[in-house]
């Protein structure tokens, strides 16, 4: 069995340790690789507006191709800051691989 006293101050310790680490990456490391977070995320809305649009007027639903396209879009956004991250490179070559594979096998 569980001791909930135990645990709960265990559970709360570890969330407390995991938004700390957030917050610390937020203010530091992301901040420089991505920039502005305001001016970053309303450039993935923007993205995903027209992407969104797109999948309810021609597929009446977002489907998973359409999710690997906006994922895609989080990290074109994010290279606008840092051009030569190469770790968001990678991440679009694995969404554009997965948004074809999918969008060959979802229901059309």
């Known amino acids: 069995m569980y001791d909930y006293d135990d645990s709960i101050e265990k559970i709360n310790?570890?969330?407390k340790e995991t938004l700390d680490e957030a917050v610390d990456l937020v203010h530091g490391t992301r901040?420089?690789?991505y920039g502005n977070v305001l001016i970053n995320h309303a450039a993935i809305a923007q993205g995903w507006n027209v992407i969104t649009k797109?999948?309810?007027e021609t597929h009446g639903k977002i489907t998973p191709a359409h999710v690997a396209?906006?994922?895609d879009w989080v990290k074109s956004c994010r290279l606008l800051t840092t051009l030569d991250h190469k770790d968001s490179w990678?991440?679009?070559g694995g969404y554009t691989a997965i948004g074809s594979a999918l969008s060959r096998v979802q229901d059309k």
């Open 31 to 33: 901040a420089k690789d």
């Open 90 to 92: 990678v991440d679009k």
């Open 54 to 56: 797109n999948a309810f």
């Open 13 to 15: 310790n570890l969330m």
């Open 69 to 71: 396209l906006m994922m």
